[in-house]
């Protein structure tokens, strides 16, 4: 075969291998378009994205098809490399048409975008017996760290009430480092910067838990630093948020092992054995609540300073997890 | 007492010991061998960061495979992705550029030869350290290849700091080879070779080196802030209290260099491509003024589009535009580029040797990544994507569909003119159909994975079966690709035992062609005048006439 028909023959087969092998997964969109929107933000990025697919897969068949074609028609053949082909060195109609129609298509994206942006940036109007609810997202090595306004803290999953807008502010504390906030369903990233507080926001039509996961590289364990987001219907919300309010007040609660499990268990286990960070079970910092507190504040060789401004409150509820499942007991 | 110069042309005394065939090479100044020094320094980087791709993908052939540590994962991809760009693509276009520039415009040598050499060593122990900072205690470098603050400066270990040394040995080498570059295309072209009668090879090396010589020096100052705030306690880029530094400031440096760097990395590769293409197609260039005042616009705007690297810290959305603007205006004189390529072809006599399936993979893969990178500048749609598998796709198309595909293109081109032998062409088409498949099958799945939402620089990923399919897709790919480059190097040992090249091979239509194969040290004896913007081709058509052809 020459060299001129095995070129196209090749793609087309390749093509074909690799259409056939993503129709099964076709049925969940399979990542050629971003994960199904679930809030309007992430709806309007997505029109865009179609948007300019259009016109880069339209450019796409135009230079890829002219490539084959030219390839095909004007092969050697039975030429000889002395022959010449045609001495035409070029087309000022042509160079202008293929400048200004780039210009025209840019200007069709470049539009769209701008026409989307209000839908993504600015949350929809709310009604005036709405409350909106914000939570400030802290980016924390290696975990996120949810704080609501009335003093209830969560770590690396967040909850939140089905169609109500929910603003965020996205942060993280001096001595960190950089994070992103991305729940790819809710709409794009923003980085949680120390120093810099970036906002972002979402309204979620149905109750569900969408997945997420820090998306700047933040050093050892970036790949564990995972979100979530559960979004409960109102009065389920209500419960929870108002149930969890009392019961981090009085110290009961689940504060403790969520607190263990998001900053601690990455690195140690969550049974305490130890990973890449030394085991925690027959520690005897464990039963030390005091040393734990100076360790856990202020980092110590390879770990970060994972709790430099908890709460006491915050605190106390881990050393007292950590005392009563991998210590004496207290 | 003064002896008349011209009564006795004075040769230069070689010392005994500097003829060795080891020896020689290590005091030369002449622009070839310096050339080929790069270029093989290049490949052997080439050959170790490739390796380290490999590594990265076993690791992420399935979830949670445990091939490499965490640390050790951070490491590859932090040392694959500066030393790919820092080590091999910048480097072997130096290398090109070197071995061609004079050749092209009919000098003698580079400008400053001794400076030349410099640039090359600097380069080489530059590298070096790069590469042996894997044995520095707590290993070599982790931040990824951009090394943002905070990360940068909290990482333990020598291995950032003899990442900045390496980066700012390099750098220094960059400027001088690029200094001389600028010196010899303005001052030593041959009679008769005017702006609009150079190669665009040698277009594209001018612009390379006036974007290196504009940028570097950001690069160098950021590095320095970097050093102080790991070293001395400054708090140039983290934020502490009173003396308050802004993270974002040094990914605004960095970018101002990082982005132009993209375009140093290319443009070169499509300077080869334009030398490549019109001799396979027997026509001239189609469009070349228009190629050559395209990469100079290119140049110009790549300096103007650095923060759509930054489009999720936050910045204000009118900025956002600017940028996402800018960045798509740069698609403009890069699409002038394909449509003249492909216009090169239009009605051409196409040879399919070895160099033309690499100039034309190269149109095929390029015209991708540009594409993908539209996504990109349309900042909401990065809000999504960055940071994802999508970017990795989108770089590799650009860097290897781009860079590296023309460069092999170009290596198999010139080959015979710096070793006077030819290639292997079977050989040669069966390592560019491995690797072109490769790479598509490598890199293409990674565009949708980006889109599931699958982060890049993660050791691990969601055990989905879906995400798995992708990833093992790639890692084959990988697999093929490698088997494709290890035929490409088979060619060229072979390529000793080679019959014999002769002077122009092609028959193409630069000067370079006109000297013998491998040239002569002192390049030419006579420079053919020039009087068009293919000095061989009139040559020819002169012999011809005369009926001396």
Same mark, same amino acid.
């Given at each position: 075969?020459?060299?001129?028909?095995?070129?196209?023959?090749?793609?087309?087969?390749?093509?074909?291998?690799?259409?056939?092998?993503?129709?099964?997964?076709?049925?969940?969109?399979? #990542?050629?378009?971003?994960?199904?929107?679930?809030?309007?933000?992430?709806?309007?990025?997505?029109?865009?994205?179609?948007?300019?697919?259009?016109?880069?897969?339209?450019?796409?068949?135009?230079?890829?098809?002219?490539?084959?074609?030219?390839?095909?028609?004007? =092969?050697?053949?039975?030429?000889?490399?002395?022959? /010449?082909?045609?001495?035409?060195?070029?087309?000022?109609?042509?160079?202008?048409?293929?400048?200004?129609?780039?210009?025209?298509?840019?200007?069709?994206?470049?539009?769209?975008?701008?026409?989307?942006?209000?839908?993504?940036?600015?949350?929809?109007?709310?009604?005036?017996?709405?409350?909106?609810?914000?939570?400030?997202?802290? #980016?924390?090595?290696?975990?996120?760290?949810?704080?609501?306004?009335?003093?209830?803290?969560?770590?690396?999953?967040?909850?939140?009430?089905?169609?109500?807008?929910?603003?965020?502010?996205?942060?993280?504390? /001096?001595?960190?480092?950089?994070?992103?906030?991305?729940?790819?369903?809710?709409?794009?990233?923003?980085?949680?910067?120390?120093?810099?507080?970036?906002?972002?926001?979402?309204?979620?039509?149905?109750?569900?838990?969408?997945?997420?996961?820090?998306?700047?590289?933040?050093?050892?364990?970036?790949?564990?630093?995972?979100?979530?987001?559960?979004?409960?219907?109102?009065? /389920?919300?209500?419960?929870?948020?108002?149930?969890?309010?009392?019961?981090?007040?009085?110290?009961?609660?689940?504060?403790?092992?969520?607190?263990?499990?998001?900053?601690?268990?990455?690195?140690?286990?969550?049974?305490?054995?130890?990973?890449? #960070?030394?085991?925690?079970?027959?520690?005897?910092?464990?039963?030390?609540?005091?040393?734990?507190?100076?360790?856990?504040?202020?980092?110590?060789?390879?770990?970060?300073?994972?709790?430099?401004?908890?709460?006491? =409150?915050?605190?106390?509820?881990?050393?007292?997890?950590?005392?009563?499942?991998?210590?004496?007991?207290? | 007492?003064?002896?008349?110069?011209?009564?006795?042309? +004075?040769?230069?005394?070689?010392?005994?010991?500097?003829?060795?065939?080891?020896?020689?090479?290590?005091?030369?100044?002449?622009?070839?061998? $310096?050339?080929?020094?790069?270029?093989?320094?290049?490949?052997?980087?080439?050959?170790?960061?490739?390796?380290?791709?490999?590594?990265?993908?076993?690791?992420?052939?399935?979830?949670?495979?445990?091939?490499?540590?965490?640390?050790?994962?951070?490491?590859?991809?932090?040392?694959?992705?500066?030393?790919?760009?820092?080590?091999?693509?910048?480097?072997?276009?130096?290398?090109?550029?070197?071995?061609?520039?004079?050749?092209?415009?009919?000098?003698?040598?580079?400008?400053?030869?001794?400076?030349?050499?410099?640039?090359?060593?600097?380069?080489?122990?530059?590298?070096?350290?790069?590469?042996?900072?894997?044995?520095?205690?707590?290993?070599?470098?982790?931040?990824?290849?951009?090394?943002?603050?905070?990360?940068?400066? *909290?990482?333990?270990?020598?291995?950032?700091?003899?990442? $900045?040394?390496?980066?700012?040995?390099?750098?220094?080498?960059?400027?001088?080879?690029?200094?001389?570059?600028?010196?010899? $295309?303005?001052?030593?072209?041959?009679?008769?070779?005017?702006?609009?009668?150079?190669?665009?090879?040698?277009?594209?090396?001018?612009? *390379?080196?006036?974007?290196?010589?504009?940028?570097?020096?950001?690069?160098?100052?950021?590095?320095?802030?970097?050093?102080?705030?790991?070293?001395?306690?400054?708090?140039?880029?983290?934020?502490?209290?009173?003396?308050?530094?802004?993270?974002?400031?040094?990914?605004?440096?960095?970018?101002?260099?990082?982005?132009?760097?993209?375009?140093?990395?290319?443009?070169?590769?499509?300077?080869?491509?334009?030398?490549?293409?019109?001799?396979?197609?027997?026509?001239?260039?189609?469009?070349?003024?228009?190629?050559?005042?395209?990469?100079?616009?290119?140049?110009?705007?790549?300096?103007?589009?650095?923060?759509?690297?930054?489009?999720?810290?936050?910045?204000?959305?009118?900025?956002?535009?600017?940028?996402?603007?800018?960045?798509?205006?740069?698609?403009?004189?890069?699409?002038?580029?394909?449509?003249?390529?492909?216009?090169?072809?239009?009605?051409?006599?196409?040879?399919?040797?070895?160099?033309?399936? *690499?100039?034309?993979?190269?149109?095929?893969?390029?015209?991708?990544?540009?594409?993908?990178? $539209?996504?990109?500048?349309?900042?909401?749609?990065?809000?999504?994507?960055?940071?994802?598998?999508?970017?990795?796709?989108?770089?590799?198309?650009?860097?290897?569909?781009?860079?590296?595909?023309?460069?092999?293109?170009?290596?198999?081109?010139?080959?015979?003119?710096?070793?006077?032998?030819?290639?292997?062409?079977?050989?040669?088409?069966?390592?560019?159909?491995?690797?072109?498949?490769?790479?598509?099958?490598?890199?293409?799945?990674?565009?949708?994975?980006?889109?599931?939402?699958?982060?890049?620089?993660?050791?691990?990923?969601?055990?989905?079966?879906?995400?798995?399919?992708?990833?093992?897709?790639?890692?084959?790919?990988?697999?093929?690709?490698?088997?494709?480059?290890?035929?490409?190097?088979?060619?060229?040992?072979?390529?000793?035992?080679?019959?014999?090249?002769?002077?122009?091979?092609?028959?193409?239509?630069?000067?370079?062609?006109? +000297?013998?194969?491998?040239?002569?040290?002192?390049?030419?004896?006579?420079?053919?005048?020039?009087?068009?913007?293919?000095?061989?081709?009139?040559?020819?058509?002169?012999?011809?006439?005369?009926?001396?052809?």
């Amino acid at each position: 075969m020459p060299p001129a028909v095995r070129r196209p023959l090749l793609l087309t087969v390749f093509g074909a291998l690799a259409l056939a092998a993503a129709a099964p997964a076709l049925a969940d969109n399979a #990542g050629f378009t971003p994960v199904t929107p679930e809030s309007p933000g992430a709806e309007a990025i997505n029109a865009s994205f179609l948007w300019v697919a259009v016109f880069t897969g339209a450019i796409f068949l135009v230079v890829q098809g002219s490539l084959l074609w030219f390839v095909f028609r004007y =092969r050697r053949g039975r030429r000889a490399r002395t022959d /010449d082909g045609a001495q035409v060195h070029g087309n000022t109609n042509l160079e202008l048409a293929w400048t200004v129609a780039p210009v025209l298509i840019l200007v069709a994206i470049g539009a769209f975008v701008f026409y989307k942006l209000p839908e993504i940036v600015d949350a929809p109007a709310a009604a005036a017996e709405e409350q909106e609810l914000e939570v400030t997202v802290k #980016g924390y090595r290696f975990y996120w760290q949810y704080e609501y306004p009335n003093g209830v803290i969560a770590l690396d999953r967040m909850r939140a009430p089905v169609d109500r807008n929910v603003r965020l502010r996205i942060t993280a504390p /001096d001595w960190d480092v950089i994070h992103s906030w991305w729940i790819p369903a809710v709409g794009g990233k923003f980085d949680a910067i120390p120093g810099h507080v970036n906002t972002s926001w979402f309204r979620v039509r149905n109750p569900g838990i969408l997945r997420g996961q820090c998306g700047e590289f933040c050093g050892v364990q970036h790949a564990a630093m995972l979100a979530e987001l559960e979004v409960m219907p109102q009065d /389920d919300f209500d419960e929870w948020y108002e149930s969890e309010a009392q019961a981090q007040e009085a110290g009961r609660g689940d504060l403790g092992q969520e607190t263990y499990a998001a900053a601690c268990a990455k690195c140690h286990g969550m049974e305490g054995a130890g990973d890449i #960070g030394p085991p925690l079970a027959g520690n005897a910092l464990v039963n030390d609540p005091a040393a734990l507190e100076e360790v856990v504040r202020n980092g110590r060789g390879a770990m970060p300073p994972v709790g430099r401004d908890w709460s006491e =409150r915050q605190m106390d509820a881990l050393t007292s997890y950590l005392r009563e499942e991998l210590g004496d007991g207290g | 007492m003064a002896a008349d110069p011209s009564a006795h042309p +004075v040769r230069p005394e070689i010392p005994q010991w500097q003829r060795g065939r080891f020896a020689s090479w290590l005091v030369t100044v002449d622009h070839k061998r $310096i050339g080929i020094l790069y270029i093989a320094t290049a490949g052997f980087f080439f050959v170790c960061a490739g390796l380290m791709a490999l590594l990265m993908r076993t690791q992420l052939a399935q979830a949670d495979m445990e091939i490499v540590t965490r640390e050790g994962y951070n490491q590859l991809f932090t040392i694959h992705g500066t030393m790919m760009i820092f080590l091999v693509v910048v480097p072997i276009l130096a290398g090109f550029g070197n071995y061609l520039v004079p050749l092209m415009i009919g000098a003698r040598d580079m400008a400053f030869p001794r400076l030349n050499a410099l640039s090359y060593w600097l380069y080489l122990f530059g590298g070096l350290s790069l590469l042996f900072s894997f044995f520095a205690d707590d290993g070599a470098a982790r931040a990824g290849w951009y090394s943002y603050p905070p990360l940068s400066v *909290y990482l333990a270990g020598a291995g950032q700091d003899l990442w $900045i040394l390496s980066l700012h040995i390099l750098t220094i080498s960059s400027l001088a080879g690029a200094i001389n570059f600028v010196v010899t $295309i303005h001052n030593m072209r041959t009679r008769g070779m005017s702006w609009t009668r150079m190669p665009l090879f040698v277009w594209s090396i001018e612009v *390379y080196a006036g974007l290196l010589i504009l940028v570097l020096p950001t690069l160098s100052a950021g590095l320095t802030l970097l050093l102080f705030d790991r070293q001395f306690g400054t708090n140039f880029f983290i934020p502490a209290g009173d003396a308050d530094g802004s993270p974002v400031l040094y990914q605004h440096i960095f970018w101002f260099f990082g982005h132009p760097e993209v375009y140093i990395m290319i443009l070169p590769v499509m300077g080869i491509i334009s030398e490549i293409l019109p001799v396979f197609a027997r026509k001239p260039i189609f469009g070349y003024k228009a190629i050559a005042f395209s990469t100079v616009a290119i140049g110009f705007y790549s300096m103007l589009v650095w923060a759509h690297h930054m489009f999720t810290v936050g910045l204000p959305n009118f900025l956002n535009g600017f940028f996402m603007i800018s960045s798509m205006i740069i698609a403009v004189p890069t699409g002038v580029k394909i449509f003249n390529w492909l216009a090169t072809l239009w009605r051409g006599n196409l040879h399919f040797d070895t160099p033309m399936l *690499y100039a034309l993979g190269f149109l095929s893969t390029f015209t991708i990544g540009g594409l993908s990178g $539209i996504f990109l500048a349309a900042f909401p749609i990065d809000w999504q994507v960055h940071d994802t598998y999508f970017v990795v796709a989108h770089l590799h198309y650009v860097l290897f569909g781009g860079s590296i595909l023309g460069i092999l293109g170009g290596l198999t081109y010139w080959w015979p003119k710096m070793f006077g032998r030819l290639l292997d062409e079977r050989l040669g088409k069966a390592s560019f159909w491995i690797t072109f498949v490769g790479f598509n099958l490598t890199f293409f799945p990674q565009h949708m994975l980006g889109l599931l939402g699958m982060a890049r620089r993660i050791y691990t990923y969601r055990d989905d079966p879906l995400w798995e399919a992708y990833n093992l897709a790639s890692s084959i790919g990988s697999y093929v690709m490698g088997v494709g480059i290890l035929l490409f190097v088979l060619n060229i040992v072979k390529s000793r035992r080679g019959p014999r090249a002769g002077n122009d091979p092609w028959l193409a239509d630069t000067l370079e062609w006109y +000297v013998s194969s491998p040239p002569p040290p002192h390049n030419f004896d006579k420079v053919p005048y020039v009087t068009s913007s293919r000095p061989l081709y009139d040559l020819r058509r002169r012999l011809r006439e005369r009926g001396e052809l």
